[in-house]
């Protein structure tokens, strides 16, 4: 399992990575998982959205759907600091500083920008 290190790639950098305790691999099957949600996550979002100029019918679904939706896209800005990544040059980077820098400097801002407007 990749979440322990075990790799289905083969880098030279991935023997003698600095590892934080609690990251994930970027390819483990925890997080091969996760992403997988996502996708059904970001194709309710881009069907349920545009639905939404019709005030549709509050129900316990709709309810649950969106709820579920708002959480799992809050988690993933969470689980995002606890992913390992590879740069340009293939080198695998695993310790959370490095990370937060990383997900600070790219992605997070939008991120936190959309999930904020849901809340």
């Not at 949600?37 to 545009?50: C, E, H, R, T, V």
Request: proline letters at 4%.
């Amino acid at each position: 399992d990749l979440c322990s290190m075990g790799m289905t790639r083969t880098y030279t950098y991935d023997i003698s990575v600095p590892r934080s305790p609690g990251v994930m691999h970027p390819e483990c099957s925890k997080r091969l998982v996760w992403d997988i949600w996502g996708l059904f996550a970001l194709m309710i979002d881009l069907i349920w959205l545009p639905m939404q100029v019709f005030e549709p019918t509050q129900t316990l679904f709709v309810n649950l759907m969106t709820w579920s939706i708002l959480l799992y896209w809050t988690g993933d800005i969470l689980a995002s600091f606890h992913t390992g990544f590879y740069t340009r040059d293939t080198v695998l980077v695993m310790t959370r500083r490095m990370i937060a820098i990383n997900y600070i400097k790219t992605w997070f801002f939008l991120d936190l920008a959309i999930v904020s407007v849901d809340w």
